[in-house]
């Protein structure tokens, strides 16, 4: 899975927001704020990753047990499908 083309992502005073750009604008209108781990997955899935992918990157950088990590990225996953910003 993959982020939609057309998103960006960018640090702004300690905060992640994710903003649609050129012809995404018309699809999507508004703004997106992500927490550090939200932005970690989101620029692992700029590139194109699986589940297990994500799920291996997530246990090497921060200190969770596999059951929470794979929640967390079952519900960060669900939240962009709603959205329709993966493919």
Request: aromatic content about 8%; charged content about 30%.
């Amino acid at each position: 899975m993959k982020i939609k083309d057309g998103f960006i992502i960018r640090e702004v005073a300690g905060s992640y927001i994710v903003v649609a750009v050129g012809s995404a604008v018309k699809e999507f209108n508004g703004i997106i704020n992500l927490n550090e781990t939200g932005a970690f997955l989101w620029k692992i899935l700029e590139n194109g990753a699986t589940k297990e992918e994500l799920l291996e990157k997530l246990l090497g950088e921060y200190d969770v047990d596999e059951k929470t990590a794979r929640a967390d990225i079952d519900a960060f996953i669900k939240k962009l499908q709603e959205a329709e910003l993966v493919k």
